[in-house]
């Protein structure tokens, strides 16, 4: 299949195209700047997968709907879309200004939505398809300093669970993960006594790596996953428990 994974750059996004490319599917890659996303592309060509890269800030309309048609005349419509490009920022409520607050929306939400909408009709069009949305566990528990950006990841899970209920039954499958800490530059930017302090109190006693959320999606946009709609899977090393 084609799979789209947005903000595939870096971190788990990277991590997530390179096991969908290892599992036979065809990658485009997408992030902010096409040197990041080449570099995914690289990895992935010399592990013997294909993909290609594309530049576009997911919240932006026209780059997102001029990077899906380029796809589809590239490869093909994406069969599956992974909306995972976003960022971190911590701040006291006090001092999150409107600004960061819209910002933070527009990447994660208006992102989400803009790239579902570019690729869904196609999807439908077929009869089939694979939506993975990449959420956080602070979408489903809060954050201290995090107002806005757990509020934005609280939104893409109700808006995995309502897009689940509308087209599930013709034919593609939504789905959220919510992960904990994962070993990224996002985390890795974090104090060493904060990490040191997060990892004493996971069950698990370790952060995850973007492998082992790149093996979740590729769960949840198999056949083996065909029973899963609008559920969001916890890959957080026991931090969350639903
Ligand atoms: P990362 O910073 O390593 O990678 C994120 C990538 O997204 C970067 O390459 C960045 O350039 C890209 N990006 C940012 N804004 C973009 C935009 N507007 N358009 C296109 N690309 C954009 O971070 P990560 O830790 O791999 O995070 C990936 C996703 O996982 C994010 O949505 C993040 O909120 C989520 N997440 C991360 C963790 C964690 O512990 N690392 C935990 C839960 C959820």
Redesign the pocket.
Known sequence: MIALV??A?????AAIAERLAADGHIVAV????LA?AQATVDAIGKAGGLARAYA????DEGQVNAMVAAIAGDLGAPDILVN?????HQAPFEQITPEQFDRMFA??VR?NFLCTRACLPAMLGRGEGYIVN????LGQIGGVELVHYAGA?AAIIGMTKSLAREVSGRGVRVNAVA????N????EALSESWQAAKRAELPLGRFGS?AEVGGVVAFLVSPDAALFVGQTLGPNSGDVML
Do not use: M, Y
């Open positions: 947005t903000g750059g870096s971190g788990i996004g997408n992030d902010l700047s990041a576009a800030d997911v919240s995972n490009a976003g960022f971190g990447v994660h992102g990449v959420a956080s566990q990841k992960p904990g800490p994962i990224t530059p996002l985390v973007p």
